[in-house]
């Protein structure tokens, strides 16, 4: 199954569960991880969804792209890393 | 309270006490983070402060001990933006303001939304009816990308009034709760627009509005080049002129009791944004604006680059003990209105917003 994990650098303001998922696209596995934690979402997404400016999602070391959507496919053995991006300082 | 004080800053919240004639750094929260704006503690304790994390946008986080412990609360979010929406982003970038009374908090943000909570940031609503106003499509950034609510002058005998200063988007005025909105920046004048436009009040650019507790009908305004005051409660602004140095700054308080008293802090110009001659001086007038002084006993007057913005000029209850607060962590303390200046710390990160209380 597709496995998720946040960077630790988060850890000081939420809790970031790491799982295992089913979900077949980068948004439905962090769907995922925020029905968990509801508070981790607004650290992700912004008041629209969309990934933040300033976070960056890889899958199986490619980074995402599509920061509205967050459609990226997801393969039963993909990886998924949800970093925060050096731009935000 | 006189004797306490708040500093937000680029790396965290600082709590400063006063003893005898002196300030202090009595606690840190926060510490590392960017804290754009807090709202002191009221009178059951209660207070907020707002985050602006790098990577992972606004926080608010709450104290019900007057800052002693804190505890994440509601962020204000904008509602889905419908499709082709004019402007900037339906995105929180900021919280530049917090006001509270009557039980009601106000928070202005950047892109320009006003969000009023009723139980002290559980939950917020964004105030549509001025969000909505069709005038909003002609705001915009000044400093920032996008437009912003730095000033919310609140009443204080008419809790259903209030003033709100926006960059750039003139001075909004309420006068039933939020219902209704009306633009009242009527006599300001931008430099930076074509002639033809200069006097469009949706396009004024405030940089800080304050309004006198004991005479409400006055308020004074720091703008982007000049200085106005209304005294009929922002229904026509009068520019002030003949302040000494240069009419360019940010930061602007008035006197709880007496509204002819003002200070502000100059600097070159705004393609210029130090001190005038790099000596940090701050213009006082008691007399409305005919007159001004310039105070610097105890200010740096060689070499001086720092910048005091919007919300670094601070007055507490007394009318005489101030703090000031720049953008290269420059803090100064005076507690005869101004006359004489200490520096408290020279080396905090950049200054945010320095408030009593």
Redo the contacts between chains.
């Keep these: 199954m597709p496995h998720l994990a946040f960077t630790s650098q988060l850890r000081r303001f939420t809790a970031t569960p790491e799982i295992e998922t089913g979900a077949t696209t980068l948004r439905a596995a962090l769907e995922d991880a925020f029905a968990l934690n509801p508070a981790l979402r607004g650290y992700v997404l912004d008041d629209q969804g969309h990934l933040r400016a300033n976070v960056v999602a890889f899958v199986d070391g490619r980074r995402s792209t599509d920061r509205i959507h967050l459609a990226d496919p997801l393969l039963p053995e993909s990886r998924v890393h949800v970093m925060q991006a050096l731009s935000g300082g | 309270m006189n004797d306490r004080a708040w500093i937000a800053t680029r790396k965290g919240l600082f709590e400063l006490r006063r003893d005898g004639a002196t300030w202090r750094i009595a606690k840190t929260s926060f510490l590392g983070e960017p804290v754009s704006m807090v709202l002191p503690p009221q009178p059951d304790g209660r207070m907020l402060a707002a985050l602006n ?5 606004v ?1 608010v986080h709450a104290s019900d001990d007057a800052g002693a412990s804190w505890h ?1 609360v509601a ?1 204000p ?5 419908p499709e082709g929406a004019p402007g900037a ?4 970038v900021q919280i530049w303001s917090l006001e509270a009374a009557n039980g009601v908090v106000w928070a202005g943000t950047l892109p320009g939304g006003l969000f009023r909570s009723a139980d002290f940031g559980a939950t917020w609503q964004l105030i549509d009816s001025l969000w909505s106003r069709p005038e909003r499509d002609e705001w915009f950034g000044g400093g920032y990308d996008v437009p912003g609510i730095h000033s919310i002058c609140l009443h204080p005998t008419r809790p259903a009034e209030m003033l709100l200063g926006i960059s750039c988007g003139g001075a909004w005025v309420t006068k039933d709760g939020g219902d209704n909105w009306a633009l009242q920046a009527s006599g300001m004048r931008a430099a930076y627009m074509p002639p033809e436009a200069a006097e469009n009040p949706n396009t004024q650019d405030p940089h800080r509005i304050v309004r006198c507790a004991a005479q409400p009908d006055v308020l004074w305004c720091q703008h982007h080049n000049g200085i106005w005051r209304s005294t009929d409660d922002a229904a026509s602004w009068q520019e002030v002129t003949g302040a000494p140095l240069s009419n360019f700054g940010f930061a602007v308080v008035v006197h709880p009791r007496d509204a002819d008293t003002v200070w502000f802090v100059p600097g070159v110009a705004d393609q210029q944004r130090i001190p005038v001659g790099a000596a940090l001086g701050v213009n006082r007038t008691r007399d409305g604006g005919r007159t001004f002084e310039t105070l610097r006993s105890g200010l740096p007057q060689q070499q001086c680059y720092d910048l005091v913005y919007r919300h670094g000029l601070a007055l507490a209850d007394d009318g005489s003990t101030l703090l000031m607060g720049s953008t290269t962590g420059g803090l100064w303390g005076s507690n005869d209105g101004g006359d004489h200046w200490q520096a408290v710390n020279t080396r905090l990160p950049p200054i945010h917003a320095v408030r009593f209380g």
Excluded: I
Aim: no cysteine; hydrophobic share 30%; glycine share 12%.
């Design positions: 994390l790098g990577h992972f946008g926080k994440e962020t979010a904008y509602p889905p933006q982003p339906w995105k929180l």
